[in-house]
């Protein structure tokens, strides 16, 4: 079997992430039972992912070694429930568990949560989204470094000027942390992703032992789009983690909320569907504009470039011959200009001429039918030699 591949975010990076010879062979024998694999994208699970595809479904983003999992399999035997992680060693440990324990109802992603939110989870399909103890993304400049001697004074980092090595530590520090914030898994366009997938009444459980997220989590939640708050007495299937456990041994106490999602009022749901339905038609109008600029494109292509500079000349549109390389380069003005092609923007009124050649009177209502009369004029083709020829549009004789 092919090594299974992970949906990597930007930001991750597999150093350091170590899998053992035996992890690595159980993840392969062990994917095809648990591994949901990569869907097409934008499109929503398939329907086979579970025995019974109708259940509730529970999804926990950083499943890690699936003790929560294990935990939400047992306290909900009839729903189905996901588990997003990224490191391979994390889900050879978790699918270990699941084939000891025989549990079924539980699926595993090798990816970023996120992104599996917004390409392959239907909006209000979610009973429950589970987030334990994200990555803090530290800003308090306690980030594991390694003392470098080719530091050297004056040097600026992130505008600001180093006198030394201790001074472009910090600054280096700060400016990687303030760019760390940013990649919380628990931010407002995060939330109002989770709030449009969970099912009406859907819960929201997370839990940190660190300080400045627990600070954060406050600062965003409840908010429109969630009620509730910090949670006291633990739900059945919120056991503790190996990771929780080692925070406790450091003196971390862990925190946990649960938020419910709030339901929309009768005007936010109107305001809501008029976007949508902007968007949908500006999408139409793009897709048909599209398509109409194509057909043009196509049209003009296949005429001749005689014809090509008629239009302009019809239209009155100016342009420098020097820059007339190729037919594209006609083509691409009369489009850059929304030139219609089928209608003069002054149309010219029928007019009498006479041929100086065939000395034949007609009446014309373009200069382009009098090119056209020209091209099988007997009196034209009587005297080829001459080079020139014009017509007295304002009625009499040729000149």
Partial sequence: ????????????????????????????????????????YNTPLPNDTFPNPSAPLILEIGSGTGTTLISLSSTFPNCNIIGIEIHKASLSMTMIELERLKISNVKLFGGDGIKFLQRHVEKESL??????FPDPWENDGSMNREHRDDFKGGTEVGGEICEDTEDKMKVETKVEGEQNLTRRIINPQVLTLIHSRLKPNGTLNIATDVRSYSEHINGLLPSEEFEGGTVEEREGWRVK???????????????????????????EEAVEETV???????????????????????????????????????????????????????????????????????????????????????????????MDHMEVCPGLAAQMGKETHTFDVNGGGGV
């Fill in 276 to 370: 949508e339905e902007t968007v949908e038609e500006t999408k139409s109008s793009s897709i048909e504009e599209t398509v109409e600029s194509e057909s043009l494109e196509s049209q003009l292509k296949s005429m001749k470039i005689k014809d090509l500079k008629k239009i302009l000349l019809d239209h009155k549109v100016s342009y420098d011959p020097t820059s007339i390389v190729e037919k594209t380069d006609l083509v691409k003005i009369i489009i850059d200009t929304k030139i219609d092609i089928n209608k003069i923007e002054e149309e010219e009124k029928p007019r009498e001429c006479e041929c100086m050649f065939c000395k034949c009177t007609f009446v014309f209502k373009s200069e382009k039918e009098a």
């Fill in 241 to 267: 983690t190996k990771y929780e456990e080692r925070g406790e041994g450091f003196g971390n106490g862990g925190r946990d909320w649960k938020f419910v999602k709030k339901e929309k009022g009768g005007e």
């Fill in 1 to 40: 079997m092919a090594e299974y591949q992970l949906q990597k975010p930007k930001w991750f990076n597999q150093k350091n992430r170590q899998i053992s010879k035996a992890q690595k062979k159980d993840l392969h024998r062990l994917s095809p039972l648990y591994l949901i694999p990569p869907p097409t």
């Fill in 127 to 132: 009973e429950k989204v589970v987030i334990l």
